[in-house]
């Protein structure tokens, strides 16, 4: 089994001993995405809806990087520190689909990396 590294600029690079996403053969694992902004390194958490977007965008440009996107998404866990805020990450996670939503599953947490409220990870197929 061979696999391909794959890292962007466009994503916050890793806060740990990992990758932001592995490719082996046609599917992608792309590990837990948190709100970090790329651009400044600072997190981008003002309320909920803005720390979901920021999520979704870094796993989009890890899907680009891969010549993948949101079409090609089969699974996605979703963690977050409180349910009473699943409905709002709920409605910007949906915007991200155009149909046929992957399977997921979505557990609260005691706690995530530098105590965001959210953190998404996601397998891709090409």
Same mark, same amino acid.
């Given at each position: 089994?061979?696999?391909?590294?794959?890292?962007?600029?466009?994503?916050?690079?890793?806060?740990?001993?990992?990758?932001?996403?592995?490719?082996?053969?046609?599917?992608?694992?792309?590990?837990?995405?948190?709100?970090?902004?790329?651009?400044?390194?600072?997190?981008?958490?003002?309320?909920?809806?803005? *720390? @979901?977007? $920021? #999520?979704?965008?870094?796993? /989009?440009?890890?899907?680009? %990087?891969?010549? &993948?996107?949101?079409?090609?998404?089969?699974?996605?866990?979703?963690?977050?520190?409180?349910?009473?805020?699943?409905?709002?990450?709920?409605?910007?996670?949906?915007?991200?689909?155009?149909?046929?939503?992957?399977?997921? *599953? @979505?557990? $609260? #947490?005691?706690?995530?990396? /530098?105590?965001?409220?959210? %953190?998404?990870? &996601?397998?891709?197929?090409?």
């Amino acid at each position: 089994m061979s696999k391909t590294i794959i890292n962007t600029k466009m994503a916050p690079a890793p806060i740990g001993p990992y990758n932001q996403a592995v490719l082996t053969g046609n599917m992608l694992f792309i590990s837990g995405q948190i709100c970090i902004d790329p651009a400044t390194g600072e997190l981008k958490n003002k309320d909920i809806q803005e *720390e @979901t977007h $920021q #999520v979704m965008h870094n796993l /989009k440009v890890i899907l680009n %990087e891969a010549a &993948m996107d949101f079409s090609n998404v089969v699974k996605t866990s979703i963690f977050i520190m409180d349910m009473h805020q699943f409905g709002a990450i709920n409605e910007v996670y949906g915007k991200y689909f155009e149909k046929d939503f992957p399977a997921r *599953e @979505t557990v $609260q #947490v005691a706690a995530l990396p /530098k105590f965001v409220n959210v %953190e998404i990870s &996601m397998i891709a197929i090409k």
